[in-house]
């Protein structure tokens, strides 16, 4: 009865993502969802599509074994990013009206900064889309008492997401989000009051937690643990920014307020909602611990489903597995459409030049597609863990595509010779010490972002001033059309 139950909630969202998709009319409506989403939207998708399986299932077993010190990537790195990104990026991006990063590198500097880069944001989805769709897996093998294998709920999974996301686009992706935010919301909270009561009370629970030590985040005064700390939160607190999923809900908003604030309060409320997971996970501690000390020891992500499979009433394990595979989902749709937007907008269409606005359409469509299928691949054949595979995903980016955006936003000399030398030497050091130095005290991905920033100064320094440094506010795409100026 669960199982069915939780069938006709993925065939409501797959009926929602086919109805928005009536609004889409051209790629830019499929892409930013014609720059027409209000406040309300914009929040629901930055809180919803940054509130994935790694926080419901991956940080909260963290927590668990770790406690705060271990979740300095997310949430606090994460809703950072989200602030930083709506205080001091959404404005300048947002005024340019572009479609993709990729297009502010090309304007920026020039078209191989913009391949390099537009590829590494790309390569950085692997891992983040991944986790969601073995997410996917997880949940369709415990709800099906294991009938349904976790490659067989992936292909599942992944197939839903990609029917109302292909179709729908950005459209699909704000309208199934906004409703699957209130149900993450109402559902992880009241699944997390009843809880409460079968641990003693949230007093109780949070005492205890307090006493284990488990909400202590400052490293101590060791020098290899603050390196390690550091390293963790500006993975993710700075990885992040040069990311199309943000950007895209940062360009879809319908004035430039929208944008920055819908942002900034996005992840203001992601850090403070994150919290509920971490409280349920350890009500599981209090209520069996027998339970939570064998499934540390085989697969920590499965705590919080058995925890409600084999405690909770029936209309509260319905509640918790819809909210999140709402969780999954909002999250899966969004970081795959970015993707393969980038893709298709940045790489493809730089070698076929003059790509009508339909052609580019049914390009993004088909790369949607194909990057579906390379993603359920991949998290069908790892070992990592949903956790793990978000928090590696950033390091890519981190080394390659934050100097160049940040010093081409915010620093005049900024220049092509600058942006060659922070690729290279970013992405070198880091791909070097991440291969030969494994067992480093410093993360590799912080050497490649003190060596992109070097490369950045240098060549800015030494090389010719730029004479294409997009005005704020000056480049403005006419209504319906797909592209930038090239």
């Not at 863990?385 to 595509?401: C, D, K, N, P, Q």
């Amino acid at each position: 009865m669960l199982l069915w139950l939780v069938v006709a909630y993925l065939v409501i969202s797959i009926g929602i993502g086919l109805y928005a998709a009536t609004r889409v009319h051209n790629a830019r409506d499929y892409i930013t969802a014609g720059r027409n989403l209000p406040m309300y939207i914009v929040l629901a998708m930055v809180f919803a599509t940054w509130f994935g399986a790694e926080t419901v299932l991956g940080i909260s077993a963290t927590f668990l074994d770790e406690g705060f010190r271990g979740l300095i990537s997310d949430p606090l790195g994460a809703a950072a990013c989200l602030v930083l990104f709506g205080l001091i990026f959404a404005r300048p991006l947002y005024r340019m009206n572009l479609l993709t990063l990729g297009d502010f590198f090309r304007m920026r500097y020039n078209r191989t900064t913009e391949l390099v880069l537009s590829i590494c944001i790309v390569l950085s989805y692997l891992g983040w889309v991944a986790a969601q769709v073995t997410a996917l897996g997880l949940v369709f093998n415990v709800l099906s008492g294991e009938l349904v294998s976790m490659n067989q709920g992936m292909l599942i999974g992944a197939g839903v997401v990609l029917v109302y996301t292909l179709f729908g686009g950005m459209w699909s992706v704000a309208m199934t989000t906004f409703v699957q935010m209130i149900v993450i919301v109402i559902g992880l909270v009241w699944v997390s009051w009843i809880a409460g009561d079968m641990a003693g009370g949230f007093d109780n629970v949070i005492s205890k937690a307090a006493a284990e030590g488990k909400f202590e985040f400052l490293p101590s005064l060791d020098a290899v643990e603050i390196i390690a700390w550091i390293a963790a939160f500006a993975t993710m607190a700075l990885g992040s920014i040069p990311q199309q999923d943000v950007f895209q809900r940062v360009n879809s908003s319908k004035n430039e307020s929208v944008a920055v604030w819908g942002t900034t309060l996005g992840g203001v409320s992601y850090f403070f909602f994150a919290a509920v997971p971490l409280f349920l996970a350890y009500t599981a501690n209090i209520i069996d611990p027998g339970m939570v000390e064998r499934l540390m020891e085989q697969d920590s992500q499965l705590i919080l489903p058995t925890l409600i499979l084999q405690h909770m009433p029936f209309f509260a394990q319905v509640i918790f597995f819809g909210a999140l595979l709402s969780v999954i989902m909002s999250t899966a749709s969004g970081t795959l459409l970015a993707p393969s937007v980038t893709f298709s907008e940045n790489v493809l269409r730089g070698f076929i030049p003059g790509m009508s606005d339909r052609a580019f359409l049914f390009s993004t469509r088909v790369t949607v597609v194909v990057f579906t299928v390379l993603v359920t691949w991949y998290a069908t054949t790892t070992e990592a863990t949903i956790h793990h595979m978000v928090e590696s995903a950033y390091r890519v980016t981190l080394a390659g595509a934050f100097v160049p955006l940040a010093a081409g936003l915010f620093w005049k000399r900024a220049n092509n010779l600058g942006a060659a030398l922070a690729i290279i030497l970013g992405l070198s050091t880091w791909l070097l010490l991440e291969i030969f130095v494994t067992e480093g005290d410093v993360e590799p991905q912080l050497y490649g972002l003190a060596a992109s920033a070097l490369g950045m100064l240098v060549g800015g320094l030494i090389g010719p001033k730029t004479h294409h440094r997009p005005q704020v506010g000056g480049h403005r795409a006419a209504a319906g059309t797909y592209h930038t100026a090239r």
